[in-house]
């Protein structure tokens, strides 16, 4: 994940602006809308990170880009067809708890933003219910890790079943609605 700014660096840019919240949830916002099929021409997402995360004032300069570089990053991750998606989490030097917090404020920023733009769960198939299902579980999972091999596998083991999932939510919902267009740009 070299292509994303330094996690702690991240987190002191949005406290610097006032935006207390994790830059694991800003990153699982955007994979929660792109999953669910928000167009990725579609600059309606600034106004949607805004609204829920800046009481619907506009992002000072620094934030605005930093989210749009999130985004433009997802959807590359998303639409590679390498799956190198990966989730923007503090590196694996930092505790398991501080690991495992920033995981769930992750699965509740994707749960806020496929939230935010899907609303006929009635139509999702199966397989997007059940991560759906899982992911609302995972967000009450206990963070008081101990830091052994065992609860470090655990953890990463819970990583990769959210990066999977959250991919399968793309592929079904989201990969139509995306085309990264050289010709338009994102803003």
């Not at 934030?63 to 590679?80: G, M, P, T, W």
């Not at 083991?157 to 999977?164: K, M, T």
Request: proline share 2%.
């Amino acid at each position: 994940m070299s292509e994303f700014k330094d996690y702690q660096q991240a987190q002191l840019l949005l406290e610097k602006h006032e935006l207390f919240i994790a830059p694991a949830e800003v990153h699982g916002t955007i994979s929660g809308l792109l999953a669910c099929g928000l167009n990725i021409e579609d600059s309606e997402y600034l106004g949607l990170l805004s609204d829920v995360f800046n009481d619907g004032q506009k992002f000072s300069a620094p934030i605005r880009e930093f989210c749009i570089d999130l985004y433009k990053q997802v959807a590359e991750h998303f639409n590679d067809g390498e799956f190198q998606f990966e989730l923007y989490l503090p590196p694996e030097d930092e505790s398991l708890h501080d690991q495992a917090n920033a995981l769930i404020a992750w699965v509740s920023g994707f749960l806020l933003g496929f939230g935010l733009k899907q609303k006929d769960y009635g139509k999702l198939s199966s397989d997007v219910k059940e991560v759906i299902n899982d992911f609302s579980e995972i967000t009450k999972l206990d963070t008081g890790f101990e830091d052994s091999n065992e609860d470090q596998e655990a953890l990463l083991e819970v990583i990769e079943y959210v990066r999977v999932s959250t991919l399968l939510c793309f592929a079904e919902m989201g990969k139509e609605s995306q085309s990264v267009g050289t010709s338009k740009t994102i803003h």
